[in-house]
T-cell receptor, first 116, second 110 residues
């Protein structure tokens, strides 16, 4: 089956630093990847859609300069949280859609970010 | 962004009882997907419904797509502790977004 690997699983960083989260599709090529943020006991909130070789599409209210997304290849997308603050602490999950836009989504295991 | 509403938000049931979650959209959906997220885990795809009025079963789980394709339901018969988690419906992308419903968190009391 399709596997999406997300690293790191958890990270603790100091306020003001930047954190990079990687999302890789291991056995398929992902033209589109989605990045979600999930607060405790809440739903998955779409942050941005990442398409290989083009700029990401951000949802309203998500700061593109703060959450940098790069989808440089068909198997890798990265999310960098720049100048992190405690309010950025959350569970970040990536998901991938294969070639041709085939559903369903395959999710990474998520990254628990804690900013102190 | 648009969001599909789910009710209830939380549900506690005694093991062996049935459980149903409902998903409602203000717009007509081309199809709908259901996912399950265990506590501390990531969402896992359960099923996709495409046709109006479609009903699909997976063991104790029954999924239904409304005639107008604006609502869907997931029914679990005789819940077990392994059913614990949050169930999300999702509106597969039209364009470049993939939105999830608000989710229903299921707790099963042994």
């Amino acid at each position: 089956g399709a596997v999406v690997s997300q690293h790191p699983s958890w990270v603790i960083c100091k306020s003001g630093t930047s954190v990079k989260i990687e999302c890789r599709s291991l056995d398929f090529q992902a033209t589109t990847m989605f990045w979600y943020r999930q607060f405790p006991k809440q739903s998955l909130m779409l942050m941005a859609t990442s398409n290989e070789g083009s700029k990401a599409t951000y949802e309203q209210g998500v700061e593109k300069d703060k959450f940098l997304i790069n989808h440089a290849s068909l198997t890798l997308s990265t999310l960098t949280v720049t100048s992190a603050h405690p309010e950025d602490s959350s569970f970040y999950i990536c998901s991938a859609m294969g070639l041709g836009g085939a559903s369903p989504l395959h999710f990474g295991n998520g990254t628990r970010l804690t900013v102190t | 962004g648009q969001q599909v509403m789910q009710i209830p938000q939380y549900q506690h049931v005694q093991e062996g009882e049935d459980f149903t979650t409902y998903c409602n959209s203000s717009t007509t959906l081309s199809n709908i997907q259901w996912y399950k997220q265990r506590p501390g885990g990531h969402p896992v795809f359960l099923i996709q419904l495409v046709k109006s009025g479609e009903v699909k079963k997976q063991k104790r789980l029954t999924f239904q797509f409304g005639e107008a394709k604006k609502n869907s339901s997931l029914h679990i018969t005789a819940t077990q502790t392994t059913d614990v988690g949050t169930y999300f419906c999702a509106d597969p992308p039209t364009g470049n977004q993939f939105y999830f419903g608000t989710g229903t968190s299921l707790t099963v009391i042994p």
